[in-house]
């Protein structure tokens, strides 16, 4: 039985190896912020870091993952929602339906963790997850916001 560490917790995971760890953070583990879109790894909804580094979960199998990566979803960016980026994405209004906003979350936390003060362009060239409601230009104000108080 393969053993994923998903924000800090070891879990036990039943499942066929070339099930998505997207399934696996929703259906095993119960996390459901991290969200389901495209399907194809095109959208971005169901990013979660593996070790720091953003992935598009639908798309990797459970199978590419070891008990000694450690996955972090939205659940895990913050204990008490609290990290500068959340913060920030609530004092801009950023999302409206929200159903992208997890994984462009987390993408940009990843973006932060490399790159402290990005530009526009910057920002621009790591965040490409796709938002139907096209809140892109606050995605960026909230970007910077977190960057300055961050």
Not at 10 to 17: A, F, G, K, Q, S
Not at 63 to 73: M, N, P, R
Not at 110 to 126: G, R, V
Request: negative net charge; hydrophobic residues 40%.
């Amino acid at each position: 039985m393969p053993k994923l560490s998903i924000n800090g917790k070891i879990h036990d995971i039943t499942v066929e190896d070339d099930t998505p760890l997207l399934w696996v953070i929703r259906e095993q583990v119960g996390l459901t912020g991290t969200k389901y879109g495209c399907g194809v790894a095109a959208c971005g909804a169901c990013t979660v870091h593996i070790d720091g580094q953003p992935v598009r979960s639908c798309s990797m199998p459970v199978s590419a993952v070891t008990e000694t990566q450690k996955i972090t979803t939205i659940e895990g960016l913050s204990a008490d929602s609290t990290h500068a980026l959340q913060k920030a994405w609530v004092a801009l209004d950023v999302p409206q339906c929200g159903y992208c906003q997890s994984g462009m979350i987390m993408a940009a936390a990843a973006l932060l963790a490399t790159n402290p003060k990005p530009t526009d362009a910057d920002i621009d060239a790591e965040m490409t997850n796709i938002c139907r409601c096209g809140t892109y230009n606050r995605v960026r104000a909230a970007i910077h916001m977190a960057a300055n108080n961050g």
